[in-house]
């Protein structure tokens, strides 16, 4: 595979952290992908500048009776080499006032869509024989979700749930991991910070004691799904500053 032009596709390419995956694969001079729903500014800017990147615009929230295999052929109906599955709905809900619509709309756009994307788009890597899957979940699984985020941390704690499959895969070289991704200086944490009592009390548990930003995580996300990840597979890793 290491002469051969190698395609990302990044569900939710449009986040911050998204963004900054976009550009390391563009550096890296892969085709890209990006997928997103809102905020496409950013991506257009940088398809200005790259006859690499590709984006489509797709709002996963309309999956009533929506066909799987269909929307694949339709919107993602290529070969992919790595995927980074980093979609993010928040419904602002608690546990107390959640209610069966809500999670199952966060549960639908979370893990569900994905996950059955990913298992279309999988059989095209085992025949080439290389690929790299990337599941972004979120700290919030570990302490059952924040005061307005428990819809989200059980949709992505569903999301982390790797099938027994990638044990065959990996003698394909198809690699599928998991990465829970810590408080990061995103759109979402930066409003948390301007109510700064609320950002300081979060930050005590951190022992690095600062947010993560974009960029450090995209980082960690490039370590999984390139060359650089040769050996890993069938893991839940965890990027959170110590939290």
Same mark, same amino acid.
């Given at each position: ?8 596709? $990044?569900?939710? =390419?449009?986040?911050? $952290? ?8 563009? !550096? ?13 500014? !950013? ?27 269909? &929307? ?14 980093? $979609?993010? %709905?928040?419904?602002? !809900? ?6 069966? #619509? @809500?999670?199952? !709309?966060? &549960?639908?756009?979370?893990? +569900?869509?994905? +996950?059955? +994307? ?10 080439? /024989?290389? *690929?790299?899957?990337?599941?972004? @979940?979120? +700290?919030?699984?570990?302490? =059952? *979700?924040?005061?307005? @985020? %428990? ?10 749930? $790797? ?7 990996? #003698? ?9 991704? *810590? ?6 944490? /930066? ?11 979060? &930050? ?25 990840? @040769? ?9 959170? *500053?110590?939290?």
């Amino acid at each position: 595979m290491k002469n051969k032009k190698r395609h990302a596709l $990044i569900l939710g =390419g449009s986040s911050d $952290i998204g963004i900054e995956v976009v550009k390391n694969f563009l !550096k890296m001079k892969w085709t890209v992908t990006a997928h997103f729903f809102k905020n496409k500014k !950013k991506l257009k800017n940088l398809k200005k500048d790259s006859k690499n990147l590709n984006i489509i615009e797709f709002n996963f929230a309309n999956y009533n009776n929506l066909n799987v295999e269909n &929307l694949v052929v339709k919107k993602f109906s290529r070969k992919y080499d790595s995927i980074v599955n980093l $979609i993010g %709905y928040v419904d602002n !809900k608690g546990f107390e006032n959640t209610n069966l #619509k @809500s999670i199952l !709309k966060s &549960l639908t756009i979370n893990a +569900i869509l994905p +996950i059955l +994307i990913e298992k279309m788009l999988v059989k095209r890597m085992l025949s080439q /024989k290389w *690929g790299r899957i990337l599941n972004c @979940s979120s +700290i919030g699984v570990k302490f =059952g *979700g924040g005061t307005n @985020s %428990y819809n989200y941390s059980l949709s992505k704690h569903c999301l982390e749930f $790797i099938p027994n499959s990638y044990k065959s895969w990996a #003698k394909r070289n198809v690699f599928i991991n998991n990465l829970r991704i *810590g408080v990061t200086n995103t759109k979402i944490h /930066k409003k948390m910070k301007r109510k700064k009592s609320t950002m300081k009390n979060r &930050l005590k548990h951190i022992p690095i004691n600062r947010m993560a930003e974009p960029k450090e995580i995209s980082d960690y996300i490039m370590s999984l799904t390139t060359d650089s990840n @040769s050996y890993m597979t069938g893991q839940t890793l965890t990027v959170s *500053g110590g939290e």
